[in-house]
């Protein structure tokens, strides 16, 4: 069977057996090693054991349970209430505050947590009552807090850019620092949006005669400083060079866990399990599909399933920019479906010899890449955050969360166009920082 | 059959603790490390190995409580959309295929095991681990997980739980 026989074979069958409910780790486990007994036969199973366990070998990954655990101290505590607040207090004054408020929080609380789903679901819980409680419409309050949520893996320290990082052998300081200015310009959209459907509608988030004092405006500070100096601080040792990202997020998640005992009395046995549980599931469930990835990688490369995909791209002479609509095409149809861990891992070692072979920066690529995984997040019909959303708020119907997400992923269309257009938007800092080569 | 049940949901909740308690220990002593280095100025010798292996094993002996607890991701877009039977039977043939993943990779994982502890590697580091100790945690994770899978697989056939845990039938 010539290579593109077998491409597509792998392709149909890892879709089918995806879209079967098979865990994506275990699927990809077994689809690894069915196609390597297929086409290799049963001796080449000998290093199965090895490249299974050598696929979480690697100290680097080691950052990415210690960003879990950092962000879920801080989702476990009541500091995203308190975020919350203390944005709502300083940006009253605007119309549809409290929508920007909300962005706001969600733009923070994604640096803190690096987890859009943990984002929506914190700022969803206190943002979304609030606003309808205040007359905000349904569609704009549950909108805004899911494309608020997405910021989550865009804006460092994210656990996208780290898979992403360790894929592709990029970079994972360069990335991180490549999501700073395009996280803001899409929160700037993101409110830019919000402040004109709400001054269309006419709305005020307070009585034009509410005024909050400035002892209650810097009453709200002092609980959510610490959290966001720890952020500061271990972005800095990590640009700084002053240390690996595994040894800046160990540290990072040791302080984080300390100011939710000391700043929150999370001191019960109840409160330190429900910080080790969270970290345990959601490192334990990425670290597997890293290992599961790893392997398909593997079963790909020996079977040059990837080289060849990738010379007969190089060799079909499609302007690059045609073939960078089309992967991204690809990455959001995959985003529909699959978790952008998932799609992250499996899709880089393909798609990275592709687009270094076009010319593009791989560095800029991972942040095209991680938006396209942020639209998948509140795209209908599957999208992760509007379920979230939805269990916050069951009586506003899954369609309207859906209408009002259409406005932020055309915001997020619009944000890639301005990357295609601009990419110094991602590369700059790095760049600037870091020196021009990688 | 249902205290068989009991006791491995037991284990994998065990299993659960162990992994956090990895979790924590790497967090610890990468705190250490950098104190060390950072702040004492000396070499490192084992830190990097035992974090490193330390997470290894958390995602090993963690996995079982992962499933146990429905934490491992999966596409779940076509269970929703399909009727009770042939979601009963998508549930069937997505639980087979992780749980030949599991056993298949059970066996893989305890030659390799077997050949480690056999011939006594080391590592290839300074700390010169004895390398079948982290690598008993993948036979170990896998053999727990194997066991939650078939249990999953009974409680599935027998109507005990619901397919994909999803208990409403789509209204047509």
């Not at chain 1, 992250?344 to 798609?351: K, Q, R």
Request: hydrophobic share 55%; net charge neutral; charged share 10%.
């Amino acid at each position: 069977m010539s290579p593109a026989m077998q491409g597509a074979l792998v392709l149909v069958v890892t879709l089918i057996v995806l879209l079967s409910g098979t865990p994506v780790a275990f699927g990809l486990g077994m689809l690894s090693i069915v196609f390597i007994v297929i086409f290799q036969g049963f001796d080449a199973l000998h290093v199965v054991g090895e490249t299974f366990f050598a696929g979480l070998n690697d100290f680097t990954l080691v950052s990415i349970p210690m960003f879990v655990m950092m962000g879920a101290a801080i989702g476990s505590s009541p500091a995203g209430k308190d975020l919350y607040e203390a944005l709502d207090r300083w940006l009253y004054r605007l119309p549809g505050g409290l929508a920007i408020s909300n962005l706001g929080a969600c733009a923070i609380f994604a640096a803190l947590t690096g987890s859009s789903p943990a984002c929506c679901a914190a700022i969803g819980k206190m943002g979304i009552p609030e606003m309808r409680r205040r007359g905000y419409p349904d569609d704009v309050a549950t909108g805004s807090i899911c494309a608020g949520g997405t910021l989550g893996i865009l804006i460092p320290p994210s656990i996208t850019f780290i898979l992403y990082g360790i894929a592709t052998e990029t970079s994972i300081g360069r990335l991180f620092l490549a999501g700073v200015l395009p996280g803001l310009l899409l929160t700037a959209l993101f409110m830019l949006w919000t402040l004109f459907i709400i001054w269309k509608r006419g709305f005020r988030s307070h009585a034009a005669d509410f005024r909050y004092t400035w002892k209650q405006k810097f009453q709200s500070i002092p609980k959510i400083a610490p959290f966001i100096a720890i952020i500061v601080g271990v972005m800095y040792a990590l640009y700084g060079g002053l240390a690996t990202p595994s040894e800046a997020a160990g540290v990072g998640a040791a302080l984080c866990v300390l100011m939710a005992l000391i700043i929150y009395r999370m001191w019960k046995p109840k409160d330190w399990w429900a910080i080790l549980r969270d970290t345990t599931r959601e490192s334990v469930m990425i670290l597997m599909i890293i290992a599961a990835a790893v392997l398909f990688g593997y079963m790909l490369t020996s079977l040059y399933l990837t080289q060849t995909l990738a010379q007969a791209i190089a060799e079909a002479n499609v302007n690059r920019w045609v073939l960078m609509g089309m992967i991204n095409l690809f990455l959001l149809v995959c985003g529909f479906f699959i978790p952008p861990a998932a799609i992250i891992l499996m899709t880089s070692p393909i798609l990275f010899p592709i687009i270094t072979a076009a010319g593009f920066d791989p560095v800029w690529f991972g942040v095209i890449m991680t938006i396209n995984m942020e639209i998948g997040l509140i795209h209908p019909p599957v999208g992760l955050n509007i379920y979230i959303v939805n269990s916050i708020a069951p009586d506003v119907p899954v369609t309207r969360v859906m209408w009002g997400t259409i406005p932020y992923v055309i915001c997020m269309f619009l944000a890639i166009v301005i990357l295609c257009i601009f990419p110094e938007i991602a590369t700059w800092l790095p760049n600037h920082m870091m020196g021009a080569k990688h | 059959m249902e205290s068989f049940a009991r006791a491995v949901r037991l284990l994998s909740q065990i299993c659960g603790f162990v992994a956090a308690a990895l979790i924590a220990c790497g967090v610890v002593v990468v705190c250490e490390m950098v104190f060390v280095r950072f702040v004492l100025d000396e070499n490192t010798i084992w830190q990097t190995d035992f974090v490193t292996y330390s997470l290894v094993a958390a995602t090993f002996i963690g996995s079982p409580y992962v499933l146990l607890t429905r934490g491992h991701v999966n596409v779940d877009v076509l269970p929703h959309y399909l009727r009770a039977r042939a979601r009963f039977v998508l549930a069937i043939v997505a639980t087979l295929v992780a749980m030949a993943f599991s056993f298949t990779m059970l066996v893989l994982a305890a030659n390799y095991w077997h050949e480690a502890w056999a011939q006594r590697w080391l590592s290839n580091t300074m700390w010169r681990v004895r390398l079948w100790i982290p690598y008993a945690s993948m036979p170990i994770g896998l053999g727990i997980l194997s066991l939650q899978y078939v249990v999953d697989f009974l409680s599935l056939i027998s109507g005990r739980e619901a397919p994909f845990g999803i208990e409403k039938e789509r209204p047509a």
